[in-house]
């Protein structure tokens, strides 16, 4: 089965593109004509075109795209808009295009009947499990302006904790590609311009100036082996992490370290919280509720012990149990639990712990990043002083002789 890329117009003179599979191209253009459009362009994909389509050249959907999304369909949907008008104003003013085609697959999908659950979730990289849930509940409930509501504000909620997350990741990120790049300059071009200096002079040099010109004579002559350990050294870090033993390693280090640990375990916490209390706002039952809720945690050894405890719900077990259980979560947020499942609000309680656990996250990162900050400083300082003190020492041996004659 081939892959047809498509340019069509709809009913009302708007164009679309896309791609569809089918045998043959025929039977490509009868099922866009099926989709009440008029294909304009249709011909088959090939390499490059494909490569694009698998989303190598598409721009990537943020949460804050679709928490903008969500809250601009409310608005048009409590402003009397119907369903269909709101995603076709939706795909018009939508500003990311790969979520202006999913919003144009949804519309689309709606146009022919389908709900609008089904209509999104044919495109499942865009439109993540959690929402699709969200919407199938809304509509089964008669309250999907309320669904919608709720998701935007649990992808602001979840928007404004990775964005402090990575606020924490990037600075010794930068710090570190900086340390690296003042290294090859200082090897590459200062050390060879002052042991030019010393080259003439019949003199014995001492052991650290002997290290740094070794080295930057090998920067100098082998430049591209240097190279190529770093990108081998990358290639290798990025298939570690996608293989189970890399996974379960540096899941556990996020655990274990002493500094990341205890933003791990929070935002862990903060992010089942909120989760799993917006899944019960709509009506989800728990073991699926926990289910969706493993599936957006990130850290291997949280996501396992998320799908455990739904097992133990199945039959009957109260979700505390199995949250104290696995050992992984703080006390308060299965002593919580435990108080809402006593008292029958158990979603009351989670978005109190969730409220609690993203302001704990908030002041982990500015904790972390105010230990990292000075750490980070020393370590680039004492790999300049090294080099420093390599170019100083000759000279200071120099002087010593002078004064001895």
């Known amino acids: 089965m081939a892959t047809y890329s498509y340019v069509a117009v709809d009913k009302a003179g708007k164009q679309s593109k896309g791609s569809i599979e089918a045998e043959s191209l025929e039977k490509a253009r009868s099922l866009i004509k099926n989709d009440g459009l008029v294909p304009m362009e249709l011909k088959e994909q090939g390499m490059l075109d494909k490569d694009i389509e698998l989303g190598i050249f598409k721009k990537k959907v943020k949460i804050r795209d679709l928490s903008i999304f969500c809250r601009q369909f409310v608005s048009m949907h409590r402003a009397g808009v119907t369903i269909l008008e709101s995603l076709r104003m939706l795909v018009e003013q939508t500003e990311n295009d790969t979520l202006r085609e999913a919003a144009q697959e949804a519309y689309l999908g709606v146009q022919k009947g389908e709900p609008l659950a089904q209509s999104m979730a044919k495109s499942p990289k865009v439109f993540p499990e959690l929402l699709i849930h969200m919407v199938t509940a809304g509509e089964a409930s008669g309250s999907l302006d309320i669904a919608f509501e709720r998701m935007a504000e649990q992808f602001e909620k979840s928007a404004k904790l990775q964005g ?10 930068v710090v570190a590609i900086v340390a690296v790049v003042v290294v090859i300059v200082l090897l590459t071009f200062v050390v060879p311009n002052f042991m030019g200096m010393f080259a003439d002079m019949d003199m014995e040099m001492p052991k650290i100036t002997l290290m740094v010109v070794a080295a930057s004579d090998f920067m100098k002559a082998r430049w591209y082996v240097v190279v190529a350990v770093i990108l081998a050294l990358a290639g290798f870090i990025v298939w570690f992490k ?5 996974e379960a390693l540096i899941a556990k280090a996020a655990i274990k370290m002493p500094l990341f ?22 009506g989800i039952p728990m073991p699926e509720a926990v289910q969706i809720t493993a599936g957006t945690i990130n850290n291997l050894f949280y996501k396992e012990a998320l799908q455990d405890a739904r097992n133990d719900v199945m039959q009957g077990v109260p979700l505390s149990q199995p949250l104290e259980r696995c050992g992984l979560f703080p006390p308060m947020v299965y002593h919580m639990t ?5 008292t029958g609000n158990v979603e009351e309680m ?7 656990y993203e302001e704990e996250v908030e002041t982990a990162t500015q904790a972390l990043m105010a230990a990292l900050e000075p750490m980070m400083i020393i370590l680039m300082a ?13 000279m200071g041996a120099m002087y010593t002789g002078l004064d001895n004659l």
């Open 164 to 173: 402090m997350i990575k606020k924490a990741m990037v600075y010794p990120i």
């Open 242 to 246: 996608k293989q189970p033993v890399g």
């Open 261 to 282: 640990g205890n933003l791990t375990t929070k935002s862990s916490a903060a992010k089942l919280a909120r989760t799993l209390s917006t899944m019960l706002a709509a």
């Open 338 to 342: 435990r108080i809402g499942e006593e």
């Open 350 to 356: 989670l978005t109190k712990l969730a409220d609690y």
């Open 382 to 394: 004492a790999i300049c002083g090294v080099i420093i003190a390599a170019v100083i020492a000759p």
